[in-house]
């Protein structure tokens, strides 16, 4: 019998082989489709994140758009208030000038108003003139000028408004503006209006027209202005006298006082010196001021302030010039800061047989 021939590959063996095969197959479909699971499960995580990502940027996106929106509103509201803030403005700087223009009609109609009382005033005065020429020597009409003060008061002063040829020293300085110091360095930064309708000046040329007035009609008159300098208030008349019973000079006199604003210091060294220039010499000598001298004939080569022995020293180096035979009357305003002013004025008054006054308020 023939032996039967042996294989190396039999149906068991591939059998196995093809289980084991099968079996690779299966475990790596398996794993194949686990994996897939897992990458499933990731990209939908990933796509879930993307999503919110995506949300976060259109509400980003949302924001600022609203922040856009705000910041155009909030420049058109500043467009808004800078051109208010112009019209504003604009509107302050009109209404400056209406009230700048407002003041100076003020002013223009208050100097209209003086200057037509001035004239009213001289109307009268050359009435009562005319009338007294015809009247008894002792009648009102016989004065110089007529004068009315604010009361119905007599004053004992001892001042004589007499004499040939009378001189009348009217201090025009700065200081005549106020009774203190600190108002009168108020007082020179303001108007010239302003200056002229300063009460104290408006006393002193109130007192200066009462002295006018007394004057005799036969005598002869002059009115000189000082500070650091000297003048005629009439022009073209220094060193020369004018008539008392004329009343365009009398009258010219006072128009251009009134108009004479005070300022700068005071030098009286030099209205003496022009009271000696006066031909022939004055017999009674009338000054108005409110004290002491600030400086000789010249101004100092360094400013600076000046004490009152300073002064004192000026004054009396001044008072050596004067003319000691004719009288020296002083009326001397309020000021301040100058406690020497009246015992030098009154020991000056009486060495040459003048008057010293300091008046009150309500004088004359």
Do not use: H
């Not at 190396?8 to 082989?17: A, E, R």
């Not at 400056?96 to 109307?123: G, H």
């Not at 002792?138 to 000028?145: K, Y």
């Not at 031909?279 to 001021?289: A, G, L, Q």
């Amino acid at each position: 019998m023939a032996r039967r021939k042996t294989e190396v590959f039999s149906m068991s063996f591939l059998d196995c082989i093809t289980c084991a095969f099968g079996s690779v197959v299966l475990v790596y479909t398996l794993i194949n489709a686990q994996g897939g699971l897992r990458r499933t499960a990731e990209t939908q995580s990933s796509r879930a994140e993307v999503s919110k990502l995506e949300e976060q940027v259109l509400e980003g996106y949302q924001r600022l758009v609203q922040l856009r929106n705000s910041l155009l509103q909030t420049d058109q509201e500043m467009v808004r208030t800078e051109g208010m803030g112009t019209r504003v403005l604009d509107e302050s700087e009109r209404l400056k000038l209406e009230l700048a223009d407002a003041d100076k009609e003020t002013l223009s109609r208050r100097e209209a108003i003086e200057r037509l009382k001035a004239d009213l005033k001289s109307l009268e005065e050359g009435t009562r003139r005319l009338e007294g020429a015809t009247q008894d020597a002792s009648a009102t009409g016989t004065r110089v000028r007529g004068f009315v003060g604010t009361g119905d008061r007599q004053y004992l002063t001892g001042l004589r408004v007499g004499g040939e040829r009378i001189l009348l020293l009217v201090d025009v300085s700065a200081s005549m503006l106020d009774e203190t110091v600190v108002n009168v360095i108020r007082m020179r930064n303001m108007s010239e209006g302003r200056k002229l309708m300063s009460q104290k000046w408006q006393r002193t040329l109130s007192t200066v027209e009462w002295l006018a007035a007394q004057m005799p009609l036969e005598s002869q008159f002059q009115i000189y202005a000082f500070n650091t300098k000297t003048w005629a208030l009439t022009e073209g008349t220094d060193g020369k006298w004018l008539k008392s019973n004329d009343p365009n000079a009398m009258g010219a006199a006072l128009e251009k006082l009134r108009k004479t604003v005070p300022a700068e210091g005071t030098s009286i060294e030099n209205a003496f010196v022009a009271l000696n220039a006066l031909t022939p010499k004055p017999d009674n000598v009338i000054m108005v001021t409110d004290g002491l001298p600030t400086q000789g004939a010249g101004a100092p080569l360094i400013r600076k302030t000046i004490d009152g022995d300073a002064r004192l020293k000026l004054f009396e180096r001044a008072f050596a010039k004067y003319p000691r035979s004719v009288p020296f009357n002083v009326i001397l305003m309020p000021m301040e800061g100058d406690p020497m002013a009246p015992s030098a004025f009154w020991v000056a008054a009486r060495e040459t047989g003048g008057s010293f006054l300091s008046p009150s308020k309500d004088w004359p």
